[in-house]
């Protein structure tokens, strides 16, 4: 079966770094995303990786480990509006988005 | 940046009518359009992709007669919830893929919020 773990929740001070893992197990890939959703509305797209590595972007980096079926996005100087759901897809052999459960990011002043 | 829009934005039904939901691509043709529902505090559910032209495909456990998709322009699709009831009361969002390059990226909807009374 197809499978995305990602934790549940995170809770992080404002002005620090956190890091969102994610791990995957799927049939065949063709890269990960990362979305931010923030309650009631829907996601927006942060990142996608479809090469080992990492990708930086403004406060947000994304990275990747094909071998290891794992990625990771880090906030850094994190604030109050980064208070969100952090949802993990990766695009399987039939180019179909299986998601994970999201993050819920809490940051606290 | 590709844009995507739904209408309406929320809608209150009594239970036994029916809801449709529009999805729209506003300057790019999506040959791909995803369905999702989302209940309070929990991830996306996909219920269904669609595409141009084709009949929908629907997720194990997702009545396709009770959830009926039209895709029949490269820039609308259209959702709906046939004689709604309340268990049907969900957050509606659906997404947009362009057929061009390598971008499987899926651009979202801001959402609809059903409730049903």
């Known amino acids: 079966g197809q499978n995305i773990d990602q934790p549940t929740e995170m809770t992080a001070t404002e002005g620090a770094i956190v890091q969102i893992n994610c791990t995957y197990q799927?049939?065949?890939?063709?890269?990960l995303f990362w979305y931010q959703q923030h309650a009631g509305e829907a996601p927006t797209f942060l990142s996608y990786?479809?090469l080992d590595g990492l990708e930086e972007k403004g406060r947000f980096s994304s990275f990747l480990s094909r071998s290891k079926g794992y990625s990771y996005l880090l906030l850094k100087e994190l604030q109050m509006k980064d208070s969100a759901s952090y949802l993990c897809?990766?695009?399987?052999?039939?180019?179909?988005?299986?998601w994970g459960a999201g993050t819920k990011l809490i940051i606290k002043p | 940046g590709a844009v995507v829009s739904q209408h309406p934005s929320w809608v209150i039904c009594k239970s036994g009518t029916s809801v449709k939901i529009e999805c729209r691509s506003l300057?790019?043709?999506?040959?791909?359009m995803f369905w999702y529902r989302q209940f309070p505090k929990q991830s996306l559910m996909l219920m269904a992709t669609?595409?141009?032209?084709?009949?929908?495909?629907?997720e194990q456990g997702v009545e396709k007669d009770k959830f009926l998709i039209n895709h029949a322009s490269l820039t609308l699709s259209t959702l709906t919830v046939t004689s709604a009831h309340p268990e049907d009361s969900s957050f509606y969002i659906c997404?947009?893929?362009?057929?061009?390059?390598?971008?499987?990226?899926?651009?979202f909807g801001p959402g609809t919020r059903l409730t049903v009374t």
């Open positions: 799927t049939s065949g890939f063709n890269g």
């Open positions: 669609s595409n141009e032209g084709s009949k929908a495909t629907y």
């Open positions: 897809a990766v695009l399987d052999s039939n180019y179909q988005l299986i």
């Open positions: 997404s947009a893929r362009g057929g061009g390059g390598d971008s499987y990226e899926q651009y």
């Open positions: 300057d790019f043709q999506a040959t791909t």
């Open positions: 990786n479809v």
